[in-house]
């Protein structure tokens, strides 16, 4: 389970969706925007009826958010600031294919986040 404190708040769903940056790949997009230095990370999770019926859907979600708990950790992702946003565009049920690619797509948002501070 996700813990509360790395959970996006619905209310910034739709400005992430506007203002972030979006990062695509065969199963989803990421969609990475700066927000505050001081907080941890904030992911949001968008699994729609395209992918699939209720218990498809619900276990991508529950997929999506073991890795991203795995992945703020190996990729040390604490207090970077960012909210992040994914939606589901493919059914994927197979764990490792999954995390591949969640992890290929923070790995390119990193890299720009790190390319951009160092532009400034």
């Keep these: 389970m996700l813990q509360k404190r790395y959970r996006l708040q619905s ?8 203002k972030g940056k979006k990062y695509r790949d065969t199963y989803g997009m990421l969609i ?3 927000y505050s230095r001081d907080i941890t990370p904030k992911f949001g999770f968008v699994v729609s009826k395209k992918i699939g019926n209720a218990v ?26 960012y909210i992040y946003e994914y939606i589901a565009f493919q059914f994927c049920d197979d764990y490792h294919i999954l995390k591949e690619s969640v992890k290929n797509l923070l790995k390119k948002s990193i890299k720009d986040e790190k390319s951009n501070t160092l532009d400034n």
């Design 11 to 18: 209310a910034l769903f739709k400005d992430l969706y506007e």
């Design 32 to 34: 990475a925007l700066p």
């Design 56 to 81: 498809q859907r619900h276990h991508m979600t529950r997929l999506l958010r073991v890795i991203v708990q795995e992945s703020i950790k190996e990729l040390k992702l604490d207090d970077n600031g």
